[in-house]
């Protein structure tokens, strides 16, 4: 077959340990025989952002603002063992936590299903999307212990001097309090992305708060949800026939586990940290869950939901075989070059993006797997395959797909 070409390039950003050991193989063996690969590179390899001062991490971002469409591969986020590890000028920040707050994006987490590994939840047969608020609540708040008699009260001071109170507490002995807060700004960008992201994936979106308890708080989230949607969104939903429910995060739960799967859950962001955890744990492992930031403007960033996979790179280094799963890793490559072939028109692009996703998902079907995936699975003959071997089952795959048509 000729190469499928490409038009606009796309965002590359490379990264580093055992993910980018696999990054190279994917390139090699499921990308370049197949497209003419056009992409714009940056090295987020912890390496190359100390030796720019982080500088890279934000070109890429600009580049995904730019072009619209980018595709990441698992990288570092320094911790002190980290900068003594690789002589770090300073404790670079998250790149992925750089990248989201300059491109505004929700980020939305999703399964990948394979028939040969069953979900603990066995009504689960399509996937579970859960789209997380990255900003405020808990995660910004600010905590006071109390001790003694004494009243807590919440003072709000306008900008011209005005005071608004009220009481929290009368505390006759010792206690806790918190303050915390959101932004309506950051909550109308998030329910904007996770609508735009519904339609995208024509998927129904579920939203969930204790509006009844927090009659303002959360209230204010249920009424930012409700009001853009009729405004904006609610004919496009009719017409595409989907479906935007709200409800209360406890008859959420209970609606989640007895449910097929196949939507959209928007979370604040204490329910999205716990929930994306459990609704990845109970899908099989945290290996087959891909990871898109969707920015309120249309820019989409692609990844795998996990790390470097630290432990695998140094039995690597030392030379041992590693059994690493790379399909969250082959899937943010197939979600990207889908939505550039949406964006660009190029059927054969998208095309692609389903072949190699449906010769990954036959591999482990066939009982070619890795280590993680040989555990769970309950399949009777299983091969397990090393990262190198696991990479070319899917290329045989995929290119008796092409061979097939
Ligand atoms: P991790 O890389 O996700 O790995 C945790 C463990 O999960 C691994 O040791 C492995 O278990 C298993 N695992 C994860 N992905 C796997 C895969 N593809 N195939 C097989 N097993 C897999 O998390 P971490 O060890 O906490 O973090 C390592 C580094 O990644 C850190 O420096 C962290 O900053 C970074 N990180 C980056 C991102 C990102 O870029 N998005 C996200 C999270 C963490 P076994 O060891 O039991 O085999
Ligand atoms: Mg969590």
Not at 31 to 42: A, G, M, Q, S, V
Request: glycine share 6%; charged share 30%.
């Amino acid at each position: 077959m000729d190469k499928i070409k490409m038009k606009t390039p796309l965002v590359e950003m490379d990264g580093d340990e055992m993910t980018r050991i696999l990054w190279g193989m994917i390139k090699d063996e499921l990308l370049n025989p197949f497209i003419d690969l056009k992409t714009e590179y940056y090295d987020l390899g912890l390496e190359y952002r100390n030796e720019t001062n982080d500088e890279v991490t934000v070109q890429a971002a600009e580049a995904i603002k730019k072009y619209g469409v980018g595709v990441k591969c698992a990288t570092i986020t320094p911790n002190a063992e980290r900068v003594k590890e690789y002589n770090l000028k300073e404790m670079w920040k998250s790149p992925n936590g750089t990248i989201r707050a300059i491109l505004d994006g929700t980020v939305f987490r999703a399964p990948i299903i394979v028939d040969s590994i069953k979900p603990y939840v066995r009504t689960w047969e399509k996937p579970i999307t859960i789209a997380r608020h990255a900003y405020g609540d808990v995660y910004r708040d600010v905590e006071m212990k109390i001790e003694g008699k004494g009243k807590a009260e919440l003072v709000f001071t306008n900008e011209f001097g005005e005071e608004k109170k009220e009481l929290i507490h009368d505390f006759d002995g010792d206690g806790v309090i918190l303050g915390m807060h959101n932004l309506n700004k950051s909550i109308e960008s998030f329910a904007r992305s996770c609508f735009n992201f519904a339609i995208d994936s024509k998927q129904d979106l579920w939203f969930a708060s204790k509006d009844t308890i927090s009659k303002k708080y959360d209230h204010t989230f249920k009424d930012i949800f409700q009001d853009i949607f009729e405004k904006e969104y609610k004919s496009k939903f009719n017409e595409m026939n989907i479906e935007y429910f709200y409800t209360l995060i406890d008859d959420a739960i209970a609606r989640v586990i007895k449910s097929n799967g196949g939507y959209i859950w928007a979370c604040k962001n204490y329910d999205g940290d716990v929930m994306s955890d459990m609704v990845a744990t109970a899908f099989g492992s945290l290996a087959m869950m891909t990871s898109v930031l969707v920015s309120p403007d249309g820019d989409y960033e692609y990844e795998a939901a996990h790390g470097t996979v630290q432990r695998h790179y140094y039995n690597h280094l030392e030379g041992k075989e590693t059994s690493t799963n790379s399909i969250a890793t082959i899937f943010a490559w197939s979600g990207a070059l889908r939505k550039r072939g949406e964006l660009d028109n190029i059927e054969e692009l998208i095309k692609f993006a389903d072949n190699l996703e449906k010769a990954s998902i036959q591999t482990i079907d066939d009982g070619c797997m890795t280590k993680d995936l040989a555990i769970l699975s309950n399949l009777e003959n299983i091969k397990v395959n090393n990262s190198d071997e696991f990479i070319k089952s899917i290329r045989v795959r995929l290119e008796n797909l092409y061979k097939l048509q």
